[in-house]
């Protein structure tokens, strides 16, 4: 049995993030930094929308969409992004005046289709740092071995040297704040991991530093 939809449009610049997790419950998500929800795209299994408590078929809202480009992902063309229609339920709200476009992250719903949630990684295109629009191409890629660890509170630190400390929320009181938007965490050639702030690739001289 079909879910009912309601139709609109939308333009999407992609990041297609196939995750295994089969769609939560409940609308409960933690803050994640750019480069962990780019180093958590892997290919992965389908997923549905699921059904409510009483068994019939969760409604969803389509966005007919024009895809720009795929940061990674599958050599696949998305016509149509499904979500919940309440942001209760995890629904996500896309401007549909065609003049917005869209980083956005999802799980696979079959041929050209994708669904999203409140807890994937979307974002207008024109809020991404210059760092962060270069980092997708390459980047983020260099520190998908590294943890980055949330620093919700002072004191906190690392617990292992593979790990970077993401400090934004105490500092700045934003999930978007300077490490978010202008750092990625690279591990160099002794294993450890370092933020690295630039939009090259960092040099062999960062990469062999022993310390930050």
Request: with cysteine; net charge neutral; charged share 25%.
């Amino acid at each position: 049995m079909s879910c009912p939809v309601s139709s609109f449009y939308a333009t999407l610049i992609l990041l297609l993030l196939w995750r295994v997790e089969q769609i939560a419950d409940a609308c409960s998500c933690s803050p994640i930094h750019p480069q962990q929800a780019f180093c958590n795209a892997d290919v992965g299994k389908e997923v549905d929308s699921g059904n409510d408590i009483y068994g019939n078929p969760i409604k969803r809202i389509q966005y007919e969409i024009k895809q720009l480009k795929m940061f990674k992902g599958p050599n696949k063309l998305i016509m149509a992004v499904f979500t919940a229609p309440s942001s209760a339920v995890c629904g996500v709200t896309l401007e549909t005046n065609g003049k917005k476009e869209y980083l956005i992250s999802g799980k696979a719903e079959g041929d050209e289709k994708m669904h999203v949630t409140l807890c994937d990684f979307i974002i207008p295109w024109e809020s991404l740092s210059a760092t962060q629009k270069k980092s997708l191409n390459q980047r983020y890629q260099m520190g998908c071995e590294c943890k980055i660890s949330r620093c919700p509170s002072i004191p906190c630190m690392i617990t292992a040297p593979d790990e970077c400390l993401w400090t934004d929320w105490v500092t700045e009181k934003s999930i978007n704040g300077r490490q978010a938007k202008h750092y990625a965490c690279i591990k160099r050639n002794d294993g450890s991991c370092a933020w690295y702030r630039g939009v090259a690739p960092p040099k062999k001289e960062f990469l062999d530093i022993e310390d930050p």
